[in-house]
Each structure stands twice: as structure tokens, then as C-alpha cells.
């Protein structure tokens, strides 16, 4: 399974991380992928100037917006979305 992190630090929250939460969900809900990942809030991942932030599978992700997002998710997820 999946484990897609968010930071809500008031930081990337501000900058951000609200819109790529609904990104996020979004795109799961719409690829039949949200029974297969699990999306968690976490603080603060210590780099604020580069954030919003996003990890996915372990990866961390600067400075995503929207757009940045869900382009992460496209690469991470090909295989799934091809099949």
C-alpha cells in the first residue's frame, strides 16, 4: 500500500497544501486508486522555505502546488493507471 504524506505544518498549510489535499484526494477517487493508498497528515517536516510539501512512498516533494501534484501522482501511479 501506498502512504501518501502531507505536511499541515502552518507553513506548507498556508502555502498551499490545503489545494493539493483536494488534488489528492480527487485523483485517487477518480483513478479507483483511494482503497489502496493511505493519505496522512504529518507536522512539520523541518524545511518550511521549500514548502508546501508532499512525500509520497517515502519520496519528499518541494515546492508542489496543484499542477506539481498531480503530475507526481501520474509517475508514481503509471503502471496502475495503464493497466
Known amino acids: 500500500m501506498t502512504t501518501i504524506e502531507i505536511c499541515m505544518g502552518s507553513s506548507c498549510f498556508s502555502r498551499g497544501n490545503e489545494r493539493?489535499?483536494?488534488?489528492?484526494q480527487g485523483f485517487l477517487h477518480d483513478q479507483g486508486l483511494a482503497a489502496d493508498v493511505k493519505v496522512r497528515?504529518?507536522?512539520?517536516?523541518?524545511?518550511?522555505a521549500d514548502g508546501p510539501h508532499i512525500a509520497?512512498?517515502?519520496?519528499?516533494?518541494?515546492?508542489?502546488d496543484p499542477n506539481v501534484c498531480l503530475d507526481?501522482?501520474?509517475r508514481h501511479f503509471a503502471e496502475e493507471l495503464q493497466a
Open 20 to 24: 493539493n489535499l483536494a488534488a489528492i
Open 56 to 64: 509520497v512512498a517515502g519520496t519528499r516533494h518541494p515546492q508542489v
Open 41 to 48: 497528515g504529518c507536522l512539520c517536516l523541518d524545511a518550511c
Open 72 to 74: 507526481i501522482l501520474r
